[in-house]
């Protein structure tokens, strides 16, 4: 649990910064005003400023900034079903609702890790067992079921009984949402800010005796039908804690704020340019093949903003051959709509491939071609054994510099150092709000 907590604080804490974030803070921040006295404004909203909201609210901006830059964890499957062997990404909806009603209730810190737990394993045996079809036909799981997530972290601490748990997951079913076509877009992290939300709202109202159907999720029109075309119900409930699935398959964690589809391509990109030192004013064309599982999702052609360059291709083999990196600091309008990079964009080719296609969907697979000027060709496949998954997977160092990358956007050194010693210590704390306090602004 500390290794996706360190992960989600630092993409909480850098997402913040980006200015869809910023329009929900704006958005919270008149929401406050009318609501009076802010005696109800018991969470906080991390970020370059300090600002408490109540506890839904803050979820929403918590749970948006989290995926804001696309760096939050992704969920491992170990069915061959699965597309790209990925399924949603589970750590911000259950901890931004954790984070939120641990604050208001004044939680200890060991109460905080079981509500998280709680929710993100809810979250995984779901997408585990909910249909491929779900995203398939274009829903964003992040968002659907992370919807579930946050109203059962919300609900273990609450103390809801089962018949409220019930509700909380039937009101949760009717207010979960999130679609594909959002991606690339600022509406694609608001799907996880407003899952937290929504999670939220659902216990809340559940714990006051708000109703809703006895069978939410697997009867006739219930969510898995309406929303999944099926489950695998007998998937969930006896699953559960068997394993705890962030321990086994466990969780991926991103090396580039963009598509986990694309990062594959970007580590071959890198090798191949590091290793025969080709400079971007020697590249003539640059020549990307795939299958449809990495193709379509990566759906831009050319990227005019940031959000777009998260699922541009060219442009992030542009920004690896310029820089020799891709992270916060490129993914900003302001290099995506440099000259450099646009001009490079243009000399990138994304080619659909066959060969690559039949060999399936369970791997992100891909090859990569620089054309330079003098008529030297370089390739490099990608390596399936990609940064940050199962068998190549971040170290403790690892994500202790992604943390202190992310947050070094918002708090100084000395601060950093302590929000990283409570997070390895969360489950000591006597109060989560030692730890909130420590990475506001």
Not at 83 to 90: D, E, I, N, R
Not at 299 to 324: G, N, Q, V, W
Not at 411 to 438: C, G, N, W, Y
Request: glycine content about 10%; proline content about 5%; charged content about 25%.
């Amino acid at each position: 649990a500390r290794r996706c907590l360190i992960d989600g604080f630092g993409v909480v804490l850098a997402g913040a910064t980006v200015r869809g974030s910023a329009i929900v803070r704006h958005y919270i921040k008149g929401l406050e005003r009318c609501a009076g006295s802010g005696a109800n404004s018991t969470a906080s909203v991390l970020g370059p400023e300090r600002l408490r909201a109540d506890a839904a609210r803050a979820a929403l901006a918590n749970g948006a900034s989290g995926h804001a830059m696309d760096f939050d964890d992704t969920q491992l499957s170990s069915s061959s079903d699965r597309v790209f062997g990925l399924l949603t990404h589970p750590t911000v909806p259950a901890l931004a609702a954790s984070l939120a009603v641990g604050e208001r209730l004044d939680v200890p810190g060991r109460l905080f890790v079981e509500a998280f737990l709680t929710g993100f394993e809810v979250e995984c045996k779901m997408a585990e067992a909910i249909d491929p079809d779900h995203y398939q036909r274009g829903f964003h799981s992040t968002g659907t079921i992370g919807t579930f997530a946050a109203a059962a972290s919300a609900a273990k601490l609450m103390k809801l009984t089962p018949g409220q748990i019930t509700h909380a997951l039937g009101i949760a079913a009717s207010t979960s949402s999130g679609i594909r076509v959002n991606f690339g877009s600022m509406t694609k992290p608001l799907h996880a800010g407003r899952a937290a939300e929504n999670g939220i709202v659902a216990a809340e109202l559940a714990a006051r005796g708000f109703t809703a159907g006895d069978d939410p999720l697997d009867g006739e029109w219930g969510y898995f039908q309406v929303l999944g075309g099926g489950a695998d119900v007998p998937r969930i409930v006896p699953a559960l804690g068997q394993p705890f699935s962030i321990v086994s398959p466990g969780v991926s964690f991103k090396p580039y704020p963009c598509g986990s589809l694309g990062h594959p391509t970007m580590d071959a990109m890198l090798k191949l340019v590091t290793d025969h030192d080709v400079k971007a004013d020697q590249i003539a064309r640059i020549r990307v093949r795939a299958g449809s599982n990495i193709l379509n999702p990566l759906r831009y052609r050319t990227a005019k903003t940031e959000l777009e360059a998260k699922f541009c291709l060219p442009f992030m083999m542009a920004s690896i051959a310029l820089r020799r990196r891709a992270g916060i600091r490129e993914f900003t309008d302001e290099f995506v709509s440099s000259t450099a990079v646009q001009a490079l964009m243009a000399r990138v080719d994304t080619i659909f491939d066959p060969q690559i296609e039949a060999r399936g969907f369970d791997r992100m697979r891909s090859v990569v071609e620089v054309e330079a000027t003098d008529g030297r060709t370089f390739t490099e496949a990608s390596d399936e054994r990609y940064r940050g998954g199962p068998e190549k997977p971040f170290t403790r160092t690892d994500l202790h510099e992604k943390f202190t990358d992310c947050a070094s956007l918002v708090l100084p050194p000395d601060r950093i150092r302590r929000a990283l010693e409570l997070i390895e210590s969360v489950e000591t704390l006597k109060s989560i709000r030692e730890l909130t306090q420590a990475m506001e602004a």
